[in-house]
């Protein structure tokens, strides 16, 4: 029960209190209740805009130690991973890896919405 918009509300909220993972979950029980071919279709975009912008936080974050430590930005992401600032090397929701954009930030090719408060990230 409650107005469809709710769902989407809800994980927003959770993703720009710095919790996807519980935004993730959220979206993810809904999906297994859902019948209806266009509200299912809503559902996992929004599963895929918080997959992606949880791990660009991530990369971000650890683009952000390497730099300080080393005095200079990454080459990519596997030297993030070879440096132990990511535990292994992310992939987007549709299997493709994140790179490192020339502005120093992470990027990826798919589109998606900016669910984070206070980015100024855009795809």
């Given at each position: ?114 669910l984070q408060l206070n980015k100024t990230r855009g795809g």
């Amino acid at each position: 029960g409650g107005p469809p918009y709710l769902q989407f509300l809800v994980s927003r909220l959770y993703t720009s209190a710095g919790d996807p993972a519980t935004a993730m979950q959220f979206i993810s029980a809904r999906l297994k209740n859902e019948e209806t071919p266009q509200v299912r279709a809503d559902l996992e975009k929004r599963l895929s805009d918080i997959w992606i912008n949880r791990d660009l936080a991530l990369i971000d974050a650890a683009i952000a130690t390497y730099t300080e430590r080393n005095r200079r930005a990454p080459k990519n992401v596997r030297t993030l991973v070879d440096a132990g600032l990511l535990a292994s090397l992310p992939h987007d929701p549709k299997g493709g890896e994140y790179r490192i954009f020339s502005d120093g930030r992470a990027g990826t090719d798919l589109p998606y919405e900016v669910l984070q408060l206070n980015k100024t990230r855009g795809g």
